[in-house]
């Protein structure tokens, strides 16, 4: 109990002053999903376009 530090085992030295991200994993889960929704949305209205005209 010598230490009172509450981020004593948590630190990682090797990370810096700002090393982890403290953001919310659900908005960039979110943002992931969102993105790669989109491009395959694309393909896909691409494909049906080059369908349609052939």
Same mark, same amino acid.
């Given at each position: 109990?010598?230490?009172?530090?509450?981020?004593? +085992?948590?630190?990682?030295? %090797?990370?810096?002053?700002?090393?982890?991200?403290?953001?919310? !994993? /659900?908005?960039?889960?979110?943002?992931?999903?969102? +993105?790669?929704?989109?491009? %395959?949305?694309?393909?896909?209205?691409?494909?049906?376009?080059? !369908? /349609?005209?052939?």
């Amino acid at each position: 109990m010598g230490h009172q530090n509450d981020n004593f +085992v948590t630190h990682n030295p %090797f990370e810096g002053k700002n090393g982890a991200s403290m953001r919310n !994993d /659900a908005i960039d889960a979110g943002v992931g999903f969102g +993105v790669s929704f989109v491009f %395959f949305a694309i393909m896909f209205i691409i494909a049906t376009i080059i !369908d /349609a005209a052939a």
